[in-house]
């Protein structure tokens, strides 16, 4: 498989194009405003139509400002191309929708490039909770001001702590809350400019209940905890975990502490290499059924 990457980011380049190297995957990049100075690039682009026009890539991988992701993947749709979109995906429902439809009609895939539960951790809570009812989650994602993201900070480009970390909380919903979404609490703060910078949210589902802190401007933590009848387990470095770390999942079980200690392995891999295969089987469904899910989920709290 070939891979043609629109956007240069500090993402593309500390966390993709290495994976891509070490596995040796043909790729392409395609940047308007930055010099791609990478000596394995197979083919580079200043222009982001050029790309498209004229890649024999099999994959699109956008890494772009949130404002552009939905612009490009439906360019890229359009292309036939298979897509795969940096977090978050669409910036709302109607262009989750759109693109999802687009991509059946394509027979393509597209996902939404989140893949923090591919990680082994999430195998280990999994075996853990596999005989709990879960009552509660306790998500806090919060992180000291972005100032080197600044796509982060600017309202125009999609940017706010709503639109960077909430697609982690409809995933973990998604996945692990299951039952019907009753109701909504928020509470959101914004500054002078308009910009969403932190955000407390309580969901009540029907069969259990999830808390959320998400933040700019404080201290990091990136932390789930797990809580059940007889159980609570908690994930620290829970959406962004390191490869090849020594970390643990600490819980505690009928009032006493448990430890379970692991390395981490390469989450972005486990994700990608599944993508080829699904896309060699065509197996787009969990793709597109997740985007709708969280979008949906999304949607929800966008309302007021």
Same mark, same amino acid.
Not at 208 to 224: A, D, H, K, P, R
Not at 225 to 231: A, E, V
């Given at each position: 498989m070939k891979i043609l990457i629109l956007g240069y980011s500090n993402l593309v380049k500390t966390k993709i194009l290495p994976f891509f190297k070490r596995y040796k995957i043909n790729y392409s990049i395609a940047s308007k405003s930055q010099l791609i100075t990478d000596k394995f690039c197979k083919l580079k682009y200043k222009s982001y139509n050029e790309a498209l026009n004229n890649s024999k890539a099999d994959i699109v991988y956008i890494s772009l400002a949130n404002i552009n992701h939905f612009d490009w993947a439906k360019k890229a749709l359009e292309k036939n191309y298979h897509v795969i979109v940096d977090k978050p995906i669409t910036l709302d429902l109607k /262009? %989750?929708?759109h693109l999802v439809n687009l991509a059946k009609k394509k027979g393509k895939l597209i996902s939404e490039s989140i893949f923090f539960n591919y990680n082994i951790q999430y195998k280990i809570l999994n075996n853990l909770i596999s005989n709990q009812n879960i009552d509660h989650i306790n998500i806090n994602f919060v992180y !000291?001001? !972005?100032y080197k993201r600044k796509?982060?900070?600017s309202k125009k480009k999609g940017g706010g702590i709503i639109f960077d970390t909430l697609p982690y909380v409809a995933a973990i919903a998604r996945i692990y809350c299951k039952t019907k979404l009753l109701k909504i609490c928020k509470v959101i703060k @914004?500054?002078?400019?308009?910009? #969403? #910078? @932190?955000c407390n949210l309580l969901f009540q589902f029907k069969n259990c209940t999830m808390s959320c802190y998400l933040s700019f401007g404080?201290?990091?933590?990136? /932390?789930? #905890?797990f809580f059940s009848k007889n159980m609570n387990i908690k994930i620290n470095r829970a959406f962004s975990v390191p490869a090849k770390t020594n970390m643990n999942i600490k819980y505690y079980h009928l009032n006493s @502490?448990?430890?379970k200690k692991f390395v981490t392995d390469n989450s972005f891999k486990n994700f990608f290499f599944e993508v080829l295969q699904n896309i060699k089987n065509n197996n787009f469904n969990i793709y597109h059924s997740s985007i709708l %899910?969280?979008?949906q989920f999304k949607n929800k709290i966008f309302k007021k």
């Amino acid at each position: 498989m070939k891979i043609l990457i629109l956007g240069y980011s500090n993402l593309v380049k500390t966390k993709i194009l290495p994976f891509f190297k070490r596995y040796k995957i043909n790729y392409s990049i395609a940047s308007k405003s930055q010099l791609i100075t990478d000596k394995f690039c197979k083919l580079k682009y200043k222009s982001y139509n050029e790309a498209l026009n004229n890649s024999k890539a099999d994959i699109v991988y956008i890494s772009l400002a949130n404002i552009n992701h939905f612009d490009w993947a439906k360019k890229a749709l359009e292309k036939n191309y298979h897509v795969i979109v940096d977090k978050p995906i669409t910036l709302d429902l109607k /262009q %989750a929708n759109h693109l999802v439809n687009l991509a059946k009609k394509k027979g393509k895939l597209i996902s939404e490039s989140i893949f923090f539960n591919y990680n082994i951790q999430y195998k280990i809570l999994n075996n853990l909770i596999s005989n709990q009812n879960i009552d509660h989650i306790n998500i806090n994602f919060v992180y !000291p001001y !972005p100032y080197k993201r600044k796509m982060l900070l600017s309202k125009k480009k999609g940017g706010g702590i709503i639109f960077d970390t909430l697609p982690y909380v409809a995933a973990i919903a998604r996945i692990y809350c299951k039952t019907k979404l009753l109701k909504i609490c928020k509470v959101i703060k @914004k500054n002078s400019r308009d910009l #969403t #910078t @932190k955000c407390n949210l309580l969901f009540q589902f029907k069969n259990c209940t999830m808390s959320c802190y998400l933040s700019f401007g404080i201290e990091y933590n990136n /932390q789930v #905890t797990f809580f059940s009848k007889n159980m609570n387990i908690k994930i620290n470095r829970a959406f962004s975990v390191p490869a090849k770390t020594n970390m643990n999942i600490k819980y505690y079980h009928l009032n006493s @502490k448990y430890e379970k200690k692991f390395v981490t392995d390469n989450s972005f891999k486990n994700f990608f290499f599944e993508v080829l295969q699904n896309i060699k089987n065509n197996n787009f469904n969990i793709y597109h059924s997740s985007i709708l %899910a969280d979008a949906q989920f999304k949607n929800k709290i966008f309302k007021k």
